[in-house]
């Protein structure tokens, strides 16, 4: 008898998650990146006990005031106000929470719904698998912030048909990144194995299919969380996404766009917090890129 004993499920999912942090923390990046997204989080969590202000209320003996290192800056404002004297930090920290549930919200639709469509194409093939794929490529083939634009013009400005156009415009991405996954697992012999013991077509699909094809879809919904971030401020400051008095960064940039040569601080503070998060989330995606793909780890 071999005196090692099998690894129990907990002891392979401990080893799993250590190599996975082992190939995920080489890339300098993506450590950066994940600390900054953590921050992030805590920060639209405790926006209410963070926020000096409440990021709706006016005061009115303090428009367009500077930044606290400025003249003329204010030490109760420390990143200065708006034009109708509302606190520049309070709706940053709480524009956080805005770009978080956009984030969550898209891409668990587009997540959702994308899996089950490239499930159900790479699993029947066929004339199934054409016509799920022709649609893909029709709503592929615009560029994504023109048909979200498209779409909320037809369901309406705000928010949530914002989130909803967004999610339809990502979906194709997920559904065709499940299919090949699929297509490429459908051949293994555990599929077969499988089949042969009775498994029915749902079982096959969700229980013995998908989790083998989880890795790639991470990485996707990591970075497609960026990217509803970017759009959503695109069509907040087109003035179709969240509307005024919202203190999501999108909106706060088209209501300073007027003032942009005259107090430069209600335009770049939240330009700089898009920037900072987009590309906080992107280097994160490719840490884990690197983590979860076989073929890019290194020795």
């Known amino acids: ?49 963070l926020a000096p202000h409440d990021p709706t209320v006016q005061y009115r003996d303090a428009f367009l005031l500077p930044p606290v290192w400025q003249e003329g800056g204010r030490a109760d404002f420390l990143l200065g106000t708006d034009a109708v004297g509302r606190d520049m930090l309070s709706r940053l920290i709480f524009g956080a929470q805005y770009s978080l549930f956009i984030g969550i919200v898209v891409v668990a639709i587009a997540l959702v719904g994308g899996v089950i469509i490239g499930l159900v194409a790479g699993f ?35 928010l949530t048909n914002a989130m909803i156009a967004i999610a339809i415009v ?24 499988a089949r ?51 203190p999501e960064w999108g909106t706060m940039l088209a209501e300073a766009r007027e003032f942009i040569l005259r107090a430069w601080w209600v335009v770049t503070f939240p330009g700089l917090a898009i920037l900072v998060s987009v590309l906080a989330i992107n280097m994160m995606g490719d840490g884990l890129r690197d983590a979860l793909d076989p073929k890019l780890k290194r020795s």
């Open 1 to 49: 008898m071999s005196d090692t004993a099998p690894l129990s499920t907990g002891a392979i999912r401990r080893q799993m998650l250590a190599e996975f942090w082992f190939y995920f923390r080489q890339n300098r990046g993506a450590v950066a990146g994940l600390f900054v997204f953590i921050l992030l989080v805590l920060t639209a969590i405790f926006a209410p006990v």
């Open 196 to 246: 042969v013991a009775g498994a029915g077509n749902l079982r096959l699909m969700f229980r013995t299919i998908l989790p083998n094809c989880l890795g790639p879809l991470i990485v996707q919904a990591t970075l497609s969380f960026s990217s509803a971030v970017l759009d959503s401020a695109a069509l907040g400051f087109l003035g179709m996404g969240a509307q005024p008095p919202a």
């Open 170 to 193: 990502y979906q194709p991405h997920f559904a065709r990144l499940t299919r090949a996954a699929v297509m490429g697992e459908m051949r293994r012999e555990y599929v077969t194995a």
């Open 124 to 158: 029947f093939r066929g004339w199934v698998d054409a016509v799920i794929m022709r649609v893909m490529d029709v709503i592929l083939a615009f560029p994504s912030l023109l048909l979200a634009l498209v779409l909320v013009a037809v369901l309406g400005p705000g």
